[in-house]
């Protein structure tokens, strides 16, 4: 999101082997086409879309992972695999009752997307003793061939890797779509009208069940903000209200710069506090970020805290956009009248970062550390597909039972408050994690083994 650029920045000063933009040779998926000719209709002018990955480190890719303790030895910094996910979220015991998100589709919207998108999933599968899975590439539109000397390709080609193998890693069995649109998302006069066709389009032909999105753009940057105009952007919302109409859940990352956000240029910061879309939008589960700190199996050595470390922090607040929706009515002390995000929070500390393998740019190929909440929102994915699963359904609008089960004894809602730590950053003092709702972390992260359950109502 915001902080993708200037999270790159900081990181290249960390000669440490590991990069959210890496390398490419091979082949994509199985590639379909969408309706590329149908005519875009929707467009917002002077809005800069970013994707959300920001673990840039370095340019040379590792020809193995590191473990957690060589990460902390020799890089300075935590780093974390699939398998530890699974065992800090409590997946395993899922997987023990054969949910692995089995006949459920998880739909990933990227500009450009990856060329070597199943060859590098099917070596972080064989690392991480991952079964393979066939990605379908649909391409919406004009996409250009694929230039790894173009740093906006390889940027969104690192998101896209990034956004495929966490899904995976969670969701094993689930069907993964990686929609490529063809328009850079830059601060974005276009490229969200193209994402959310493309969206809409999905949808009505009953592909998706849950949508995940690593990216966004700061409300204040849309044409009319400024006015109280917000119409270019509520008129990008069809997608959305389209997945509500089909029960298609929807998730966005909250950001990686804090309590701001970038401005039109894509790089200064807001030196107040700012929101972002699709985050901010009521029909979206906004998935904010939190610092793990894991052993080499996993194991919490440290209750969870608000991803802020000195490469990025976890986006929230409240829209300067939209009003407070029904389900946050009782977090409105939070809140006041103004939607809150995030909703839920998952693993984006760049001190944490994930494993990726990204062989896009032949001059990059190999093992890269990733961090930021483009992170975090697939991992839910993975998550909302096994729930699905369980339920023998999509739940669609997720939010309502987010907040019910908030409600409950943490035992029974599979809710794990998250309670120290803050989303400051820059120069914007930020909010602090607390006991209950709060915008640094909404409602805490998961046990999965219980969320998921109580979640399908199973």
Do not use: C
């Given at each position: 999101?915001?902080?993708?650029?200037?999270?790159?920045?900081?990181?290249?000063?960390?000669?440490?082997?590991?990069?959210?933009?890496?390398?490419?040779?091979?082949?994509?998926?199985?590639?379909?086409?969408?309706?590329?000719?149908?005519?875009?209709?929707?467009?917002?002018?002077?809005?800069?879309?970013?994707?959300?990955?920001?673990?840039?480190?370095?340019?040379?890719?590792?020809?193995a992972p590191l473990t957690t303790s060589q990460c902390v030895s020799e890089l300075g910094i935590h780093c974390y695999s699939p398998l530890q996910y699974r065992e800090a979220?409590?997946?395993?015991?899922?997987?023990?009752?054969?949910?692995?998100?089995?006949?459920?589709?998880?739909?990933?919207?990227?500009?450009?997307?990856?060329?070597?998108?199943?060859?590098?999933?099917?070596?972080?599968?064989?690392?991480?003793?991952?079964?393979?899975?066939?990605?379908?590439?649909?391409?919406?539109?004009?996409?250009?061939?694929?230039?790894?000397?173009?740093?906006?390709?390889?940027?969104?080609?690192?998101?896209?890797?990034?956004?495929?193998?966490?899904?995976?890693?969670?969701?094993?069995?689930?069907?993964?779509?990686?929609?490529?649109?063809?328009?850079?998302?830059?601060?974005?006069?276009?490229?969200?009208?193209?994402?959310?066709?493309?969206?809409?389009?999905?949808?009505?032909?009953?592909?998706?069940?849950?949508?995940?999105?690593?990216?966004?753009?700061?409300?204040?940057?849309?044409?009319?903000?400024?006015?109280?105009?917000?119409?270019?952007?509520?008129?990008?919302?069809?997608?959305?209200?389209?997945?509500?109409?089909?029960?298609v859940t929807v998730l966005a990352s909250s950001g990686d710069n804090g309590a701001t956000d970038a401005k039109e240029n894509g790089t200064d910061l807001y030196p107040y506090?700012?929101?972002?879309?699709?985050?901010?939008?009521?029909?979206?589960?906004?998935?904010?970020?939190?610092?793990?700190?894991?052993?080499?199996?996993?194991?919490?050595?440290?209750p969870d805290k608000v991803w802020h470390d000195a490469y990025g922090a976890g986006g929230g607040g409240v829209s300067g956009v939209f009003g407070r929706p029904l389900y946050?009515?009782?977090?409105?002390?939070?809140?006041?009248?103004?939607?809150?995000?995030?909703?839920?929070?998952?693993?984006?500390?760049?001190?944490?970062?994930?494993?990726?393998?990204?062989?896009?740019?032949?001059?990059?190929?190999?093992?890269?550390?990733?961090?930021?909440?483009?992170?975090?929102?697939?991992?839910?994915?993975?998550?909302?597909?096994?729930?699905?699963?369980?339920?023998?359904?999509?739940?669609?609008?997720?939010?309502?039972?987010?907040?019910?089960?908030?409600?409950?004894?943490?035992?029974?809602?599979?809710?794990?408050?998250?309670?120290?730590?803050?989303?400051?950053?820059?120069?914007?003092?930020?909010?602090?994690?607390?006991?209950?709702?709060?915008?640094?972390?909404?409602?805490?992260?998961?046990?999965?083994?219980?969320?998921?359950?109580?979640?399908?109502?199973?």
């Open positions: 999101m915001g902080s993708s650029h200037s999270l790159r920045r900081a990181l290249a000063l960390l000669a440490v082997g590991a990069t959210a933009l890496a390398a490419g040779t091979v082949s994509a998926g199985t590639t379909t086409s969408a309706d590329a000719s149908a005519p875009v209709t929707h467009r917002a002018a002077g809005v800069h879309v970013r994707p959300a990955s920001a673990g840039h480190v370095n340019a040379a890719g590792r020809t979220y409590n997946l395993n015991a899922l997987y023990r009752e054969g949910v692995t998100g089995k006949g459920r589709t998880i739909v990933i919207v990227d500009s450009f997307g990856s060329p070597t998108i199943q060859h590098d999933l099917e070596v972080f599968d064989k690392q991480w003793g991952l079964p393979d899975t066939q990605v379908e590439v649909v391409k919406w539109g004009n996409v250009p061939p694929f230039d790894p000397t173009n740093p906006d390709h390889t940027g969104w080609a690192g998101e896209a890797t990034l956004d495929v193998e966490y899904a995976h890693a969670v969701a094993p069995d689930a069907h993964i779509i990686l929609v490529e649109t063809g328009v850079a998302e830059t601060e974005g006069t276009t490229g969200l009208p193209e994402m959310m066709d493309a969206e809409q389009a999905l949808i009505r032909s009953g592909r998706a069940d849950v949508i995940s999105q690593s990216f966004g753009a700061t409300e204040n940057t849309f044409p009319g903000f400024d006015k109280g105009d917000f119409r270019s952007l509520t008129d990008l919302r069809y997608a959305f209200k389209e997945a509500a109409a089909h029960d506090r700012v929101n972002s879309w699709p985050s901010s939008d009521p029909l979206v589960t906004s998935i904010g970020g939190t610092q793990l700190t894991l052993d080499d199996a996993g194991r919490r050595t440290a946050q009515a009782g977090v409105a002390k939070v809140t006041g009248d103004h939607r809150g995000t995030p909703d839920i929070s998952m693993s984006a500390a760049v001190d944490g970062g994930a494993w990726t393998y990204e062989s896009y740019d032949p001059t990059r190929t190999g093992w890269h550390l990733t961090g930021g909440t483009s992170e975090a929102a697939p991992i839910f994915s993975g998550v909302v597909a096994l729930a699905d699963q369980l339920a023998g359904r999509r739940l669609g609008q997720l939010n309502w039972r987010l907040y019910g089960l908030d409600l409950l004894p943490a035992q029974r809602s599979g809710l794990v408050d998250v309670t120290t730590g803050d989303n400051s950053w820059d120069s914007v003092t930020g909010y602090q994690a607390t006991k209950g709702y709060d915008l640094a972390s909404g409602l805490g992260t998961i046990d999965a083994a219980r969320f998921v359950h109580a979640l399908a109502g199973r």
